[in-house]
């Protein structure tokens, strides 16, 4: 079993309970989008996942290993192995692309490849590849502060790309980029997760992008699952019910109403 | 006007007149004749100016060290100073940080000419004492803002680097640095500007530069010379404020 | 893309300058290095290590018999009077020149023509003493009056009369030119005097800026009284100038803590005067 939480609960020191005896687990490959309304824990539960946050109750192993018992060069090696994209992408604001990409593999090179490279970047074509991906592959030797705040995001996805992790975390990857884009950016990270075969969780605000793309769907509300069931199962009540304290609607990508159709029929044919 | 004000204004008078007193000094006593000639009579020692070849290439001697002293007593104290500036933003531990700021306190109240007093008997007469003394003093400064630098710069770039398994020193360097080294850069220029002005007088106890020539002129009574020093001096300090001010033009505007 | 241009894409196009710019920067380091006769060997020489070692020491316990004490208090105060006293000189110095080089007070600006070209006269040797005075540091000047008026107190005071009298000349007409100048220009232009209109027009405004920086200054000086000591100049400096010659730890190392201790209540009572006059 890839991921494991048992009553994983955690409770911020203002006393906030974000995450409230939370139990599912996650098999290797699988693709699983967290939906919900703000507020509702999704960042906590991914920050569990990503060994940011430690659970205040009950337990989690991720990639197999519970990381809170392990020692600290062993949980090094395992977060070299788990990447995160983050919601603002954490690259400071003078450092260059191709600097901020390949930052994503200093949990697996030797120190001196990491000094080596702030000297002079030991893998141009490999980080040049990963901005293609992203379809910026010309901003390679651009300063960030002078792209904007989506061509930034892509370089957040590039870097984890090149990470090349075990465990795909993004924590609304695409929350700073238009639709067209988010889904192509999405699907890059779908295509990632699968030729590889490794495991993709993704907290998404536009359920439109997770119904389409994601095999598996657990909506949280309160620190909770509400459910956790495949797209197709997914009913337009409990979407209703799930973002009843946020607004009446739906979220979706371009605010556009969601169709969803009578359980048990598949609606779009997954790509890839 | 409250009354506090006019306590606070007895309160100044009496203590200047106190002043006075104290160093039974009397400004008029200055101001008679006979000590305005003798006034006079110095000054007009000094003139004219020692403009000889000779003597003009040990000025380019000894301004090229006064440079010289102020830049590599800045690096030292830019290197110093980073490395204390690490513990005393609180990065190895509570300890570490009290620690490193004692001692960065320490070296900043302490001014550049006692240093130098200090380093002249601890290294010998001549230029490296000054550049000691700089070093010291400056270190206090720049490790102060530094670490205050440190303090306030976003922790998230480095935190997310280690979460995906990067070492701390490498986080520092990747996620930290790049945010606050212009920072660092212009602290470090500034303080060279100050340094420049500074190691021009550190000679007056021995610690090389033009302040040393000036101090031997002096003691020599070779006046012209020292005319020629304290021309030097000004020149030296007049450049330096116009490039400064020029440079920060340029670079703000 | 050209081959050419393909290639150049995996190069990374900063690292030409940033290896220029650090290239540079060592060679113009690098000769300083023999400049300042930089050698670290001199600090673990065997002459240099005694004469530190026994010097530091001796750092503790601190001198504290009754005699020095009292002698370090006196030149505390001693400290604290040339302090004071350089600056009432430095307010006399500047007051008068700072009241002729600012623009906004002058009569013949406003015209007709006549006395313009003196004005201008007038103004530019006060600009020029005032640069003069702060260009040359204090320690110097200290230096040179220590020659002209003998060793003591009254050469710190002169010293930091003139070197804060220029800088304060030229911070006040400062203050005064960037303060709002039209009341003042009004009163110029009914005919009223250069005093008049300096004392019902800018006094008002600039009072509280000009008060915190000399305020500010003061406690400069305190500390510039301190170091000009070394020369000659009288006070703490004198005193630990003469306990370094001795070598005797225990006294340096207890003006040390005296002088840390001014420093801080200087701080102090500019703090206070700062906040009572705001």
Redesign the interface.
């Known amino acids: 079993m890839n991921i494991r939480l048992d009553q994983a609960t955690l409770i911020h020191a203002n006393g906030n309970r974000a995450v409230n005896a939370v139990s599912c687990e996650i098999a290797e490959g699988e693709r699983v989008a967290i939906i919900g309304p703000s507020g509702a824990g999704k960042t906590t539960l991914l920050r569990l996942l990503a060994t940011a946050l430690r659970p205040t109750a009950g337990s989690l192993s991720v990639l197999g290993v519970d990381p809170w018992r392990i020692g600290r060069s062993a949980l090094r090696r395992l977060r070299s192995r788990i990447g995160m994209v983050h919601q603002a992408p954490p690259i400071p604001p003078r450092q260059?692309a191709?600097t901020a990409v390949l930052a994503g593999r200093l949990g697996q090179w030797p120190l001196w490849k990491g000094l080596a490279s702030l000297v002079?970047?030991v893998d141009?074509?490999g980080a040049?590849q990963m901005l293609a991906r992203m379809e910026i592959a010309d901003k390679?030797?651009e300063r960030c502060d002078q792209l904007s705040g989506g061509q930034l995001q892509r370089v957040g996805v590039a870097r984890v790309l090149y990470q090349q992790p075990d465990l795909l975390l993004t924590d609304e990857p695409v929350s700073a980029v238009d639709p067209a884009l988010s889904d192509r950016i999405i699907g890059e990270l779908v295509r990632e997760a699968t030729t590889r075969g490794v495991t993709l969780v993704a907290s998404l605000h536009a359920v439109d992008l997770a119904l389409h793309w994601f095999p598996r769907i657990i909506g949280i509300r309160g620190g909770e699952i509400a459910f956790d069931l495949p797209p197709v199962r997914v009913t337009d009540a409990m979407l209703k019910e799930l973002y009843a304290s946020e607004s009446t609607v739906v979220p979706t990508q371009d605010n556009l109403p969601l169709t969803v159709q009578s359980p048990g029929v598949r609606r779009k044919p997954m790509c890839s | 006007m409250r009354s506090?004000?006019w306590i606070?204004l007895a309160a100044l008078a009496a203590?200047?007149w106190?002043?006075?007193a104290?160093?039974s000094?009397n400004?008029g006593e200055?101001l008679t004749v006979e000590s305005r000639a003798?006034?006079w009579k110095?000054v007009v020692s000094f003139f004219a100016p020692d403009l000889s070849s000779e003597y003009l290439m040990r000025i380019g001697q000894g301004t090229?060290?006064t440079?010289?002293?102020s830049?590599?007593g800045t690096?030292l104290a830019t290197v110093l100073g980073l490395l204390l500036a690490l513990p005393a933003a609180g990065r190895f531990g509570i300890v570490a940080r009290a620690a490193a700021r004692l001692v960065l306190n320490f070296l900043r109240?302490?001014?550049e000419?006692?240093w130098a007093?200090?380093m002249v008997?601890?290294?010998?007469l001549?230029?490296?004492a000054?550049?000691l003394a700089l070093a010291l003093h400056t270190a206090g400064v720049i490790g102060r803002l530094f670490a205050e630098t440190l303090e306030n710069a976003p922790a998230e770039p480095a935190q997310a680097l280690r979460l995906s398994g990067s070492p701390r020193s490498l986080a520092f360097l990747y996620g930290t640095m790049p945010n606050v080294v212009p920072q660092l850069v212009a602290y470090s220029l500034y303080r060279w500007e100050i340094n420049i002005?500074m190691a021009?007088?550190l000679g007056?106890?021995g610690a090389?530069g033009l302040?040393q020539m000036?101090?031997f002129s002096?003691s020599l009574f070779h006046q012209h010379q020292a005319l020629t020093v304290?021309i030097a001096?000004?020149l030296l300090?007049?450049i330096v404020?116009g490039a400064s001010a020029w440079l920060r033009q340029r670079l703000v505007g | 893309m050209s081959t050419k241009a393909r290639v150049f894409?995996?190069?990374?196009?900063?690292?030409l300058p940033r290896f220029a710019l650090t290239a540079l920067v060592i060679l113009?380091?690098w000769?300083?290095?023999r400049?300042?006769?930089?050698?670290p060997g001199?600090?673990f020489?065997a002459r240099?290590r005694e004469?530190?070692g026994k010097?530091i020491s001796t750092f503790f316990p601190l001198a504290t018999s009754a005699e020095f004490l009292q002698l370090i208090w006196k030149s505390t105060?001693?400290t604290?009077?040339?302090a004071?006293?350089g600056m009432?000189?430095a307010l006399l110095i500047a007051v008068p020149l700072s009241l002729m080089v600012t623009r906004s007070l002058s009569i013949s600006r406003i015209g007709p023509g006549r006395g313009l070209l003196a004005g201008r006269l007038l103004r530019l040797p006060a600009r020029f003493i005032l640069?003069?005075f702060r260009?040359?540091?204090e320690?110097?000047w200290a230096?040179?009056f220590v020659?002209?008026?003998g060793l003591g107190?009254?050469a710190g005071?002169?010293a930091i009369g003139v070197t804060y009298g220029g800088m304060l000349g030229k911070v006040y007409s400062e203050i005064l030119e960037s303060g709002d100048t039209r009341s003042t220009s009004a009163l110029l232009e009914c005919g009223g005097g250069r005093l008049t209109a300096f004392f019902y027009g800018m006094w008002p405004v600039a009072l509280p800026e000009v008060v915190s920086y000399t305020v500010y200054r003061w406690e400069c000086a305190v500390?510039a009284s301190?170091?000009m000591g070394?020369?000659g100049a009288?006070g703490l400096g004198q005193q630990?100038?003469l306990s370094?010659r001795m070598l005797n730890g225990g006294e340096v190392s207890l003006i040390?803590l005296v002088?840390?201790l001014l420093?801080v209540f200087a701080d102090a009572v500019s703090a206070f005067?700062r906040r009572?006059?705001a």
């Not at chain 2, 008997?121 to 010998?124: H, L, P, Q």
């Not at chain 3, 894409?9 to 690292?15: C, G, H, K, M, Q």
């Not at chain 3, 400049?35 to 050698?39: H, K, N, V």
């Open positions: 260059r191709v002079y970047p141009i074509p040049r390679l030797f | 506090v004000h606070v203590s200047i106190a002043s006075f104290f160093l000094l400004l200055l003798l006034m110095y090229l060290e440079i010289a002293i830049a590599i690096a109240s302490i001014p000419l006692v007093a200090l008997m601890a290294a010998g001549g230029p490296f000054g550049t002005r021009a007088v007056v106890v090389g302040g000036l101090y002096l304290i001096m000004l300090v007049v404020d | 894409a995996f190069r990374d196009p900063a690292a113009l380091l000769p300083g290095f400049l300042t006769e930089f050698d001199l600090l020489d240099n004469i530190m010097f105060l001693e604290l009077a040339i004071t006293a009432t000189l640069m003069f260009s040359i540091p320690i110097v230096l040179l020659r002209a008026v107190p009254a005071v002169l500390r301190v170091i070394f020369v009288g630990m100038e370094m040390l002088f840390l420093v005067l009572v006059t």
